[in-house]
Each structure stands twice: as C-alpha cells, then as structure tokens.
C-alpha cells in the first residue's frame, strides 16, 4: 500500500525553464493539497484540489503558478518561468475525505532554481 | 504574520528525559492542532493532535498540552529516545479544516 508519492525527488532548473511537479495520491484518496516549505520556514499551503477541481489556490502565488489534478493520472503543480526565489521543497498531501485530520504528506521535490 | 509560532529552533535532551517542545498561537480562530515530526529528506509525519475542546490528548510516550486562554500548546515526549530526533511542527487549522498554519518547527536532539 503505497503512500502519497511525489517525483522528481530533485529537480534543478535554470532561471526562466518550467518546472513540473507529480503528486500520485494515496489509493483511495481524492483530496490533495500542495505545500511549500522554504528555507529556515514552516510549511505554507499553497493549493487544495479534488478530481478535476480546484478547491481553494489562495496560497498560490497569482503569477506563473498552477496546479491540476485530472480525472486520471497524478496531480501536477506546475511553475513556469522559474526565479532563484521559487528554490524550496514542495511537499503534496493526500485525504480519504477534505480535512486536514486524514492527511498524509509525499516525501517532497526539493527544487533549485540556479 | 506568524500566526503559529515554536520561539526554539533547536532542543537538547538525555535519553529517558522529558522533551518539552512549544507552540504559541495568534489566531482565535484555529480550533484543532497538529504536531508532525519530520526527518530530513522526508515529508511529515503526523504525530499526535488535539481538539480545542479538549486540553489533553495522550497516546504512547506523547502528550499534548492545550492552553486556550494563553493560546499556548505544548508536547511533551517521555522518554525520550534517539529515534525522536527529528524537526518537530506545530500546525494548526481553523474555519478551513483543510488548510494548515504551521510553526517554523523545532529540532530536537536526544542524545545517547
């Protein structure tokens, strides 16, 4: 029984490139919440998401950020235009229902932007 | 705004001791709180929780302390063991019960 998964566990990219984040759920969850944590800080929420639906993106940054989960496949967080201040490590959790109870967080991609 | 605050980066403690890490809170609105332990290169862990309608919550070697009307939580680890060494969060939610408000996070130590 898998947990949350989330790949590339490192990703570099250079000023300018996009990067692509991949959050596969927990089997059976269809509630998925995308964190990021940047150096010396706390995890900061980012975005919720349900099967094709995008709950709550308060905390996503207005610009060059998105996120989807589609009806198959793994949820993806993506970033384009990269700048050095995007360098954190992003971590993806999953729910069996919404509700920060049930949470079980991936293993995180570390990103560097250089 | 720092709406959770943990004021010790780093905690030291001997085996078999008592671990006492703290969480300070400025928003009345958080209603339930998290405690996830992290080690490096891994996502958090949960670890414990309690209800703001309780004041206790125990389970094996871990408790948590709430105090609503200072708005202060504790977690309290006895005995500690190397195996806890890890960076400890404080989270916390309110009206949204999905989205969490965490801590800078602790990092305990316990020495052999």
């Known amino acids: 029984n898998a947990g949350v998964m989330q790949n590339p566990r490192h990703l570099v990219r250079r000023r300018g490139q996009e990067a692509r984040l991949r959050c596969s759920p927990m089997?059976?969850?269809?509630?998925v919440y995308w964190y990021r944590q940047l150096p010396e800080e706390g995890l900061k929420f980012m975005v919720y998401l349900q099967k094709e639906n995008i709950i709550d993106e308060s905390g996503m940054p207005k610009e060059r950020f998105s996120a989807e989960f589609p009806k198959e496949g793994p949820s993806i967080l993506r970033i384009q235009q990269v700048v050095r201040g995007d360098s954190a490590a992003y971590f993806c959790?999953?729910?069996?229902?919404?509700?920060?109870?049930?949470?079980?967080f991936g293993s995180g991609t570390r990103l560097t932007v250089v | 705004d720092q709406q959770v605050k943990q004021n010790s980066p780093s905690l030291s403690v001997q085996e078999g001791r008592i671990s006492i890490l703290n969480c300070d809170y400025t928003n009345s609105m958080f209603d339930y709180f998290l405690w996830y332990k992290k080690y490096p290169a891994e996502g958090p862990t949960f670890l414990i929780s309690i209800s703001s309608i309780k004041d206790k919550n125990e389970d094996g070697r871990f408790t948590v302390f709430l105090n609503k009307s200072a708005k202060h939580l504790s977690l309290h680890i006895v005995p500690s063991q190397p195996g806890d060494s890890a960076v400890y969060f404080c989270?916390?939610?309110?009206?949204?019960?999905?989205?969490?408000?965490f801590g800078k996070g602790t990092l305990l130590t316990v020495n052999p």
């Open positions: 989270a916390a939610s309110g009206g949204s019960n999905y989205k969490l408000t």
């Open positions: 089997k059976g969850h269809s509630h």
């Open positions: 959790a999953s729910s069996p229902k919404e509700g920060a109870v049930g949470y079980t």
